[in-house]
T-cell receptor, first 112, second 114 residues
């Protein structure tokens, strides 16, 4: 049973650049949520995708956008990167918008 | 919106002792409360969860209790082992409204010393 996978594992960018992170949900899951986890803090909800649509969004600026594909995988895009965007980006999947979410290992983004 | 507070921020216990982590939430509409364990360099791992229609749930050495009146819930780990050392996060969600958006606490660093 394949768990949630994310790529890449690590990424280094400079201020102003754009980045795309990828997520494949757990086998059989169709809902993907993205979270940002700054060092020493709990994850913060960015947005959730279901049926290829953004269903819920947290308090993040429009620089953060996403997409879900027909195979349920998802991408997180961040434009005009700021130093403060440095964090661990986590993807979580669930079935049919259910509350139980399973997390991937995350992508560590460093913005210089 | 929902706010979740978690205490303590760090917890040191001797192997074999019990560990208790407490969380409070602000929105009485919250109805789902998971606990996650996060080891260094890894993503959060779901270890136990409880829904608002249940007061207590147990899974081997781990148990969670929920007090809806006081709006707090706790994680209990008995007979702690060195492999229990990790950061533990509580979270709350309003399933009927937020489609599963999880609001996390700040985390508790648990250190189990042999």
């Amino acid at each position: 049973d394949a768990g949630v996978t994310q790529s890449p594992t690590h990424l280094i960018k400079t201020r102003g650049q754009q980045v795309t992170l990828r997520c494949s949900p757990k086998s059989g899951h169709d809902t993907v949520s993205w979270y940002q986890q700054a060092l020493g803090q709990g994850p913060q909800f960015i947005f959730q995708y279901y049926e290829e649509e953004e269903r819920q969004r947290g308090n993040f600026p429009d620089r953060f956008s996403g997409h879900q594909f027909p195979n349920y995988s998802s991408e997180l895009n961040v434009n005009a990167l700021l130093l403060g965007d440095s964090a661990l980006y986590l993807c979580a999947s669930s079935l049919n918008l259910a509350e139980t979410q399973y997390f991937g290992p995350g992508t560590r983004l460093l913005v210089l | 919106g929902e706010n979740v507070e978690q205490h303590p921020s760090t917890l040191s216990v001797q192997e074999g002792d019990s560990a208790v982590i407490k969380c409070t939430y602000s929105d009485s509409a919250s109805n789902y409360f998971p606990w996650y364990k996060q080891e260094l360099g890894k993503g959060p791992q779901l270890i136990i969860d409880i829904r608002s229609n249940v007061g207590e749930k147990k899974d081997q050495r781990i148990a969670v209790t929920l007090n809806k009146t006081a709006k707090h819930f706790s994680l209990h780990i008995t007979e702690t082992q060195p492999e229990d050392s990790a950061v533990y996060f509580c979270a709350a969600s309003i399933q009927a409204d937020s489609w599963g958006k999880l609001q996390f606490g700040a985390g508790t660093q648990v250190v189990v010393t042999p």
